[in-house]
């Protein structure tokens, strides 16, 4: 069966070298953007021209029809989906969060949080034996904020975080016996634009020498940690969060 996965804002930062990786490894790759049609494009030039097989997607994932319209495209285009990677997320600005707004709280959630869960539940429709699938598996990029909680920072990110471990966890035990294993990477800090986006571009040069190995990490070490966890080798990984973060 041809191995097929979706990766959610798999056009750039971390969602790119997984969409890069996977393809190497023989996926066809559905690389989901939201807003930069150009960098999704020129990913999927890359994949194609280097002998593999990828399309683009626009859908914003907070958005359930569009999270459906994603995944009747993929299998349109690619075939059946038989693995997910739930990546696509925001931070909002850093701040307290007593000075937050309550609509970027609202736009972080429904990213990183809403966005995980009806991703989740469009591969668990279609991959479930319970539904006449052939299973498949789930692997959420969540983040280690969810233990640290970030305060002074972005409180409502770590939040939206821990609700995706939260899912996986359950997600695992309920779908385990249909042929769907769930499982969840915890990056630490990765060095990708979503720091800039923060408001904070040298965020990664303030945090990396108080990080136990001494370094941020790359979207590859994360892309590595996905890959690993969606393949046979990890076979019996089911409601597995695996840090990824050098230690901290
Ligand atoms: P990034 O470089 O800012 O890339 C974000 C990606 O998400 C882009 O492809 C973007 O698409 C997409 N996206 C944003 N909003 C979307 C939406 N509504 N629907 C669909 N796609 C959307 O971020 P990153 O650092 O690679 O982060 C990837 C994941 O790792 C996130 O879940 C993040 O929380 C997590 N993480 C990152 C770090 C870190 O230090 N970098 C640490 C822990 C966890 P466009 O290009 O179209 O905007």
């Known amino acids: 069966m041809d191995e097929v996965m979706v990766v959610t804002g798999g056009s750039r930062g971390i969602g790119a070298a ?7 490894k023989g996926y066809a790759v559905c690389v989901n953007y939201h807003n930069r049609s150009s960098e999704a494009e020129s990913l999927v030039a890359e994949i194609n021209n ?20 994603l995944f009747r495209y993929t299998e349109t285009e690619l075939g059946p989906v038989t693995m997910l990677v739930n990546n696509a997320g925001i931070t909002g600005k850093i701040c ?16 990183n949080t809403m966005g995980a869960l009806y991703c989740s539940q469009a591969a668990v429709k279609r991959m479930s034996t319970r539904h006449g699938g052939n ?23 770590a939040a939206s975080k821990a609700a995706v471990d939260a899912m996986t966890i359950g997600l695992a035990k309920e779908v385990g016996g ?17 720091h800039a986006s923060g408001g904070e571009p040298g965020r990664v040069a303030r945090i990396a020498p108080m990080i136990p190995s001494g370094r941020a990490g790359t979207a590859q070490e994360i892309a590595n940690a996905v890959i690993w966890l969606g393949s046979e080798e990890a076979s019996y990984c089911n409601g597995t969060i695996l840090d990824c973060s050098g230690g901290r």
């Open 18 to 24: 997984i969409s890069r990786t996977a393809a190497s």
């Open 50 to 69: 280097n002998g593999g097989r990828a399309v683009a997607c626009k859908a914003d994932v907070s958005d359930f029809e569009q999270v459906e319209n």
């Open 96 to 111: 307290r969060f007593d000075e937050v707004d309550p609509q970027i709280m609202n736009q972080v959630v429904g990213i």
């Open 135 to 157: 299973g498949g598996v789930i692997v959420t990029v969540s983040s280690i904020a969810a233990r640290l909680g970030s305060p002074g920072e972005y409180v409502w990110y």
């Open 178 to 194: 249909e042929g769907i294993r769930v499982n969840a990477v915890s990056p630490g800090i990765i060095d990708t634009e979503i």
